[in-house]
């Protein structure tokens, strides 16, 4: 799919599994196993999907997945088994190298958004794009160098502070543009400065939805995940971006739903929902 001067790729990361509840929020098991089918820990599939925009002369990779430095009992909770970064192995399919990646935007530093932003090699780390400029919030750096006790096993520290002791990370400060036809946009609910980005041409964009609607089932007001920080700021957060996705027909693309990529909004008496189901490539 062309966008602007962007070709647009979907890159697959693979999937792990995470705890129904803790995905769904206060929605009961009851509700959600049917779309959801969970194992018998009661753990969730959730994909992995970042974005690749190529055009501009750039190659912009959107998340990098979990990559692939993972101790055994980390692989048997998550129930994730790649032996090397999917997302660099997914890149191949479509003639692209890891050297190719211009620009990586990290939407979070949750493990499961920066996992494959460095190798592991030998004992040491270096940044998985060796080209690359690395973008995150200052904030989240900020926030995930000193997390709270809620949260601080999201944040595993070998994801990222390669990335700083190698100086190829850019600290953004809020609403960014990184060109005529890419904006990042901030959100607090979820996490610290989680920034999502949208890009545009004269008559059609495509929102990557990161962890503000993880799957399509988060459309609806109450599904919120237990791991949000400020569930009530990620409702407000979910209803303005559903409102302006509906209003201006963005497409939403989604990184973890492991039924629908992308899809445009529909509206009904209950309120948001799928309009159709859209093919990236
Ligand atoms: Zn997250």
Redo the contacts with the bound molecule.
């Keep these: 799919m062309k966008i602007g001067s962007y070709e647009i790729y979907p890159v697959e990361g693979g999937s792990f599994r995470l705890d129904g509840g803790a995905l769904y929020g206060i929605i009961p098991r009851a509700l959600w196993e049917k779309t959801s089918p969970p194992d018998p820990l009661n753990r969730v599939r959730v994909q992995l999907r970042s974005l690749l925009l190529a055009g501009n002369g750039r190659k912009i990779l959107i998340d990098t997945g979990m990559g692939q430095d993972w101790t055994e009992k980390s692989r048997e909770i998550y129930n994730y088994h790649n032996a090397v970064n999917p997302i660099v192995e997914s890149l191949q399919t479509y003639g692209f190298t890891a050297e190719d990646i211009t620009d990586v935007i990290l939407t979070?530093l949750?493990f499961?958004?920066t996992g494959g932003a460095v190798a592991h090699e030998n004992g040491s780390y270096r940044p998985q794009f060796p080209h690359a400029a690395y973008y995150i919030q200052r904030e989240q750096l900020e926030w995930a160098l000193s997390p709270s006790g809620k949260d601080k096993g999201?944040f595993i520290r070998s994801t990222f502070m390669p990335l700083l002791e190698a100086k190829v990370l850019t600290l953004l400060d809020g609403y960014t543009r990184i060109d005529d036809e890419v904006e990042l946009l901030t959100f607090n609910g979820?996490?610290k400065s989680q920034q999502l980005v949208r890009i545009f041409g004269s008559n059609i964009s495509i929102f990557f939805a990161g962890?503000l609607f993880p799957f399509a089932s988060h459309f609806k007001p109450p599904c919120i995940m237990a791991?949000d920080l400020n569930p009530l700021i990620t409702l407000n957060e979910k209803n303005e971006i559903l409102r302006l996705a509906y209003e201006e027909g963005w497409i939403v693309f989604f990184q973890h739903d492991p039924e629908n990529t992308a899809v445009t909004i529909g509206k009904n008496e209950k309120g948001f929902t799928i309009k159709d189901i859209i093919k990236i490539v």
């Design positions: 979070h949750h499961d958004h999201s979820h996490t962890d791991y």
